[in-house]
């Protein structure tokens, strides 16, 4: 079956760093996303990767490698804002896109 | 980036009634869009895939007669939950694509159903 694992909760620091990893296994990939989710509201996009290595976007960058299944978010200079669900998600052999559980990030001051 | 928009934002309604949910792609096509529903801290959950001018696609365990999805043009898709009851209050929020497989998910506000 297809499977994405992501821790369920995370904390940390305001100012800090903090990596959230996820792992997947699915029939096929097409490229992995990340979607940062406050409580209450949809999804919006944050990153797209397809290929291996990392992409750097401002304060978040996301990490790829298919040969191990793995990627992760980097969020730096964690502001209080930053509290959210962040979801990773697979574009499986179909093109349809496999949802991780997301990993609720808490920021303390 | 592109936008879509999902109306109404809440809707509360009686037990036995219907309620239509509207998802529109304002400045792109999106040829597929997709229905999933969201229970409190819980994962988004693929409900039904819809494709312009044909009939939804609907996950195992998603009754079509209970939600019915139209996808009449390439810029709206509906989603109608007959019948209402309490049990189906949730988070219902809409993704479109664009042409091109490859591509991110757009997401609407998401619906916000009560049902009482």
């Known amino acids: 079956g297809q499977n994405i694992d992501q821790p369920t909760e995370m904390t940390a620091t305001e100012g800090a760093i903090v990596q959230i990893n996820c792992t997947y296994q699915?029939?096929?990939?097409?490229?992995l996303f990340w979607y940062q989710q406050h409580a209450g509201e949809a999804p919006t996009f944050l990153s797209y990767?397809?290929l291996d290595g990392l992409e750097e976007k401002g304060r978040f960058s996301s990490f790829l490698s298919r040969s191990k299944g793995y990627s992760y978010l980097l969020l730096k200079e964690l502001q209080m804002k930053d509290s959210a669900s962040y979801l990773c998600?697979?574009?499986?052999?179909?093109?349809?896109?496999?949802w991780g559980a997301g990993t609720k990030l808490i920021i303390k001051p | 980036g592109a936008v879509v928009s999902q109306h109404p934002s809440w809707v509360i309604c009686k037990s036995g009634t219907s309620v239509k949910i509207e998802c529109r792609s304002l400045?792109?096509?999106?040829?597929?869009m997709f229905w999933y529903r969201q229970f409190p801290k819980q994962s988004l959950m693929l409900m039904a895939t819809?494709?312009?001018?044909?009939?939804?696609?609907?996950e195992q365990g998603v009754e079509k007669d209970k939600f019915l999805i139209n996808h009449a043009s390439l810029t709206l898709s509906t989603l109608t939950v007959t019948s209402a009851h309490p049990e189906d209050s949730s988070f219902y929020i809409c993704?479109?694509?664009?042409?091109?497989?490859?591509?991110?998910?757009?997401f609407g506000q998401g619906t916000r159903l009560t049902v009482v």
């Open positions: 993704s479109a694509r664009r042409q091109g497989r490859d591509t991110e998910a757009f």
């Open positions: 400045d792109f096509q999106a040829t597929t």
């Open positions: 819809s494709n312009e001018g044909s009939k939804a696609t609907y």
């Open positions: 699915t029939s096929g990939f097409n490229g």
């Open positions: 990767n397809v």
């Open positions: 998600a697979v574009l499986d052999s179909n093109y349809q896109l496999i």
